[in-house]
């Protein structure tokens, strides 16, 4: 599946996603617009673009949300042409803001040709703008894996539970029938103490050998999902640390050209290359060119790299050596072929009347990347930050210096295990080791009869009939002549009762909590995936109602707290309505 697909597939839901976000909280976007109008800002877009190309940024965000939030309300008030001004007005103050291309989307939409391909130019352009918002991509994969490894983790919890309750009786009877039996809990007594997750697995030992079928299977992928969920919950918890990180927060400003109103943070001892980068790149824009030069020289130390040799030449500009600055231009361009290189180029060389030379380069730009020289054109000035481009880190490297960060809180980790990674995984393999010498060598346990619902075992009876039937259901269903009329009836009146207790409990089950009583009854493998479902859409909408997010993604947030809601109500009532049609 190619990029442009993909991203045709993901952002049509979020096209859809703007009209019950914006039907349902439409408030929220009004108390927004209370807030930025009481704040005294007011502007003209023009004069604030020329301010934001001065000052070297790409996104002026505060601003842009005010004029989303005038134009909804023009929307509202049916001034469609103001509507659209206003958008068209946020998008050129901050290109990388996703939100305006969803609702110009939205605006534009109709079903004629022409109304349905400017839809799609701006859900494919708000797509493109998603991928690249490092916030909006980070929050949202951060909130929909922490959100699923909760179910995950809480389902799988749930579902062994209910199989240890629906089997306790079975290993009371064996227990009463041999004493020693009861030894086979200190196994998961003793991993508890390395940790939660261990001890829910551990747990199933002593019932294993009552479980059958599709029920085991669905054991080994819990532990096997287990063991996956080890080496990838340090991306939870890195995440909860990246949203506290004010230094990385002032990196992706400063790499985004964004302005945000808060202050930038960079540490000066112990950086990474990454907020060394950033650091520069500020000073730059600042006008330190000196310094911004020295951090460069200092960042070519540790690696050659095409970015700094590019972002180190436009220091010389601003210092007015463009000579310096041409040479390593020319050493970026041996690295790598870069569009802005070849543009600055170009500029220099028609700052000295070299026309012929500036036009070549200038080609070369382009044939590098168009849409970024013409970015380059919309912008150009005198000033040094309109005259050269910067080269920035991409939202891919953000991505990389994220994940790199060290971990200060490991809680998440900690619900599964105590250990340390490799321990943990290596113990849950010797678990589900032990689970299968366990079901190869161990001797049958008791059994209840899935008619009657009573519990037998070898000492019980000698004889064990196929499907775990008892002997006396065996006789009501093949060997009537062996029981008398009165017992017959007996029998089956009481198989009758008991399927109408454990009906009865199924449904009281679902009621309290959907697929636990698809566990209980035995069905298995849907009970789980309707367990995961909803316990999935439990933790979605927690997570998107009390983590915070950036403003502008504030009806992103609105439409994930309203499709985890929705997500909710319909397993819910499917569940229970498909329980009580298909249950007598």
Not at 144 to 172: D, Q
Not at 354 to 374: M, N, W
Request: hydrophobic share 45%; proline share 3%.
């Amino acid at each position: 599946m190619n990029k442009r697909l993909r991203l045709t597939i993901i952002f049509i839901l979020a096209f859809f996603m703007l009209i019950p976000a914006k039907t349902l909280f439409a408030k929220d976007a009004e108390t927004s617009l209370q807030k930025n109008d009481a704040s005294g800002l007011d502007f003209d877009i023009n004069s604030l673009a020329e301010h934001r190309a001065e000052k070297g940024l790409r996104n002026l965000e505060p601003y842009s949300i005010m004029l989303i939030n005038r134009g909804m309300k023009a929307y509202n008030e049916k001034k469609e042409k103001e509507t659209v001004i206003l958008l068209e007005g946020a998008k050129e103050l901050s290109p990388d803001l996703p939100l305006t291309y969803f609702y110009l989307s939205w605006i534009n939409f109709s079903f004629s040709p022409s109304g349905f391909s400017a839809a799609s130019d701006y859900l494919y352009a708000g797509g493109k703008a998603f991928l690249n918002n490092f916030w909006w991509s980070f929050q949202t994969a951060g909130m929909l894996s922490i959100g699923l490894f909760l179910a995950f983790y809480a389902s799988m919890g749930m579902f062994l539970i209910t199989l240890i309750l629906s089997n306790v009786r079975l290993y009371i009877h064996d227990i009463i029938e041999n004493k020693r039996k009861i030894l086979l809990l200190l196994t998961p007594i003793i991993l508890v103490f390395l940790g939660p997750g261990f001890g829910i697995i551990g747990f199933m030992l002593p019932f294993w050998r009552y479980i059958k079928g599709k029920e085991r299977v669905m054991v080994y992928i819990a532990v096997m999902t287990a063991i996956l969920l080890v080496f990838a919950s340090p991306w939870f918890s890195l995440f909860f640390d990246t949203l506290k990180d004010k230094t990385l927060h002032s990196v992706v400003k400063i790499n985004e050209g964004l302005y945000t109103g808060e202050a930038i943070e960079i540490p000066r001892e112990g950086r990474s290359y990454e907020i060394a980068f950033a650091d520069a790149l500020n000073l730059k824009r600042k006008g330190y060119y000196n310094k911004a030069a020295a951090v460069y020289k200092d960042l070519l130390n540790r690696k050659e790299d095409a970015m700094v040799y590019n972002n180190l030449a436009n220091s010389y500009v601003g210092l007015g050596n463009n000579d310096m600055a041409i040479t390593f231009y020319d050493k970026a361009l041996q690295l790598k072929k870069m569009s802005q290189a070849y543009f600055n180029l170009s500029q220099i060389y028609r700052d000295k009347f070299d026309f012929t030379r500036a036009k070549e380069y200038y080609l070369k730009a382009i044939e590098t990347d168009p849409l970024k020289v013409a970015f380059y054109n919309s912008i150009k000035g005198l000033s040094v930050n309109r005259f050269v481009m910067d080269e920035t880190l991409s939202n891919k490297e953000l991505w990389l210096m994220a994940l790199k960060r060290p971990l200060h809180d490991k809680s998440i980790e900690m619900m599964l295990s105590f250990v340390n990674r490799e321990l943990s995984a290596a113990l849950l393999l010797l678990l589900m080791f032990a689970l299968y010498i366990s079901d190869r060598y161990s001797s049958p346990g008791a059994y209840k009869c899935i008619r009657c619902g009573e519990i037998y075992c070898r000492k019980c009876e000698k004889k064990i009939f196929r499907e775990n039937v008892c002997h006396i259901c065996y006789k009501t269903l093949v060997k009537m002549g062996e029981l008398t009329p009165k017992e017959r009836v007996e029998k089956i009146l009481e198989i009758q009762h008991y399927k109408i207790r454990r009906n009865q409990a199924m449904k009281i089950l679902t009621l309290i909590f959907p697929g636990i009583g698809h566990i209980y009854y035995g069905w298995t493998v849907s009970g789980a995936i309707k367990l995961l479902l909803f316990n999935f859409f439990i933790f979605s909408t927690l997570l998107w109602f009390y983590i915070p997010a950036p403003v502008s993604m504030d009806l992103l947030s609105s439409f994930f707290r309203w499709a985890s809601v929705t997500g909710l109500i319909v397993v819910y009532v499917a569940t229970v309505v498909n329980i009580f049609r298909r249950v007598p």
